[in-house]
């Protein structure tokens, strides 16, 4: 069973930049496809990007391309997700995800596991 811990959200201003993580529990870390999502109220859970096991492929949503960098350090077991020129339609909750087959997709039927979520608000 892998488990999923987010961290680094808060609140920031407009342009501002936020780092969040994600841990993961399990032996097998270096294998795993992982992602990130989001979601604001009334609306479904929306792709933000993904890392391959290796650290390649990099895929990114349209909306965050060129603002965020995700990447991966598998000696600590974490993921990371750089945002970078925050805008207030960035506000939502940020879901970690993560498969233990290393491949990865926009889907969320890509991912097996999946952190509680950690909010981020950019405020104009």
């Known amino acids: 069973q892998v488990q999923l811990g987010e961290s680094g959200g808060g609140s920031v201003q407009a342009g501002g930049s936020l780092r969040l993580s994600c841990a993961a529990s399990?032996?097998?870390?270096?294998?795993?496809?992982m992602g990130w999502f989001r979601q604001t109220p009334g609306k479904e859970r929306e792709f933000v990007a993904c890392?391959?096991?290796?650290?390649?492929?990099?895929v990114y949503a349209d909306s965050v391309k060129g603002r965020f960098t995700i990447s991966r350090d598998n000696a600590k077991h974490t993921m990371y997700l750089q945002m970078n020129s925050l805008k207030p339609e960035d506000t939502a909750v940020y879901y970690c995800?993560?498969?233990?087959?290393?491949?990865?997709?926009?889907?969320?039927?890509?991912?097996?596991?999946w952190g509680q979520g950690i909010q981020v608000t950019v405020s104009s």
């Open positions: 995800a993560a498969n233990d087959r290393g491949d990865v997709g926009r889907g969320e039927a890509s991912y097996d596991y």
């Open positions: 399990g032996r097998t870390f270096r294998g795993y496809g």
């Open positions: 890392i391959g096991w290796s650290g390649l492929p990099q």
